[in-house]
Structures are given as C-alpha cells and as structure tokens.
C-alpha cells in the first residue's frame, strides 16, 4: 500500500470514526433527557401521593371522631336506660313485696333490665361503632405503610436515576472530547493530502 493510499484509509478510517461518535453523543443525550424526564415523573407521582395519603388520612380522622362521638353517645344513652330499667325494676320487686303472693303461687315474670330489646339494640350499635374504629384504624395502618413504602422506592429510584444521568454525562464529555480529537486528527489529515496533492502538481 503506497502513502496516498494509506493515508486515505487513514482518513476514511477517521471520518468513520467521528460519525459514530456523533451518533453515540446523540444517543447518550437522547439517553439523558429520557433519565431526566422518568426523574420529573417519579416526583410529580411522589407529590400526588402525599397529597392524596394527607386527603385519605384527613378522611381517616373525620371518621373515627365521628364514630367515638357516636359510641360516646351510644353510651350516655346506655347508661341512662339501664338505670330507668333498673329503678322499674325495683319498683316492680318493692311493689311485688307488698302484694305479699298467697302461697301456692308464682309472681309474674317481668323483664329485666338485661334482657331489654332496646339495651341489646343499643349494645349492638356500640359494638358496631368498635368494629368501625377497628376495621377504619387497620386500613389506615395498611396505607401508612404503602405510603411509606412507595416513599422510599421512588426515592431509591430518584436517586439511580440521579446516577445514571452523571454517568450519562460524563459519557458524553468524554466521547465529546474524543469527537474534537478526531476532528483535529482529519483536519491536519486533509490538511497533508492537499499538501502533498501541491507538491505533486509542482514537482
């Protein structure tokens, strides 16, 4: 292979080389953007998230104040009709005591104050009220913990995408620097093939 030879392969070779830098600097910042792009994603997801975790715990609060102020009433009513049911009850033993029953004879069943269909309505609603506060206390545990969940792996993913962009970057300026080389490199290869191209004419 003579000079003029070599030195076009050389070129060529060169001109080879600077088009697939191009295409890969091209890449590495279409590589980039996309990083950057999933980064915005993930905390505009993460910013949902906490605005929609503080509206579900908001509901969470509203609900069981509403259910202990509904068993705090339950209670109160409670308490006031056991002792109704309680003082008749007395009043029916006190007035059965009195009417002295002939032997031979049963006293009248009357009903006691446990066995009231309305204390039994009203206990009922109380242990209802319990397995509310229950039930709505175990979901907001089990969001709580999703939440934060969710939390750490979009941080952890922020932060690999974080570290893929650098090293993304760093990529690019050093395929950047290698690009100006090889364009330096063809330059002064031009630059000798016209120089030599001279001396051919005039020798």
């Not at 003579?2 to 830098?21: F, M, P, V, W």
């Not at 993930?42 to 202990?68: C, G, I």
């Not at 690019?172 to 490199?185: G, I, M, N, R, W």
């Amino acid at each position: 292979m003579d000079q003029t030879s070599k030195a076009e392969y050389q070129h060529e070779d060169l001109d080879q080389t600077r088009g697939a830098l191009e295409a890969s600097i091209a890449q590495l910042l279409a590589d980039f953007e996309q990083l950057v792009a999933q980064e915005r994603t993930t905390e505009v997801e993460l910013q949902k998230a906490s605005l929609d975790r503080q509206e579900q715990n908001k509901e969470f609060q509203a609900a069981l104040s509403e259910q202990k102020a509904t068993k705090r009433v339950l209670n109160i009513a409670l308490n006031r009709m056991q002792q109704f049911y309680n003082k008749k009850q007395s009043l029916l033993q006190a007035e059965a005591k009195q009417a002295q029953t002939p032997p031979g004879q049963f006293q009248e069943y009357k009903a006691s104050a446990a066995s009231s269909p309305v204390l039994a309505m009203i206990k009922e609603l109380i242990t209802d009220s319990d397995k509310a506060q229950t039930e709505a206390t175990s979901e907001e545990q089990t969001a709580s913990n999703q939440y934060t969940k969710f939390v750490a792996d979009s941080n952890a993913s922020v932060k690999a995408l974080q570290r893929s962009q650098t090293n993304k970057q760093k990529e690019k300026a050093d395929q950047e620097e290698q690009l100006l080389t090889t364009k330096s490199e063809i330059k002064r290869s031009e630059e000798r093939r016209v120089g030599k191209e001279c001396r051919s004419r005039w020798s």
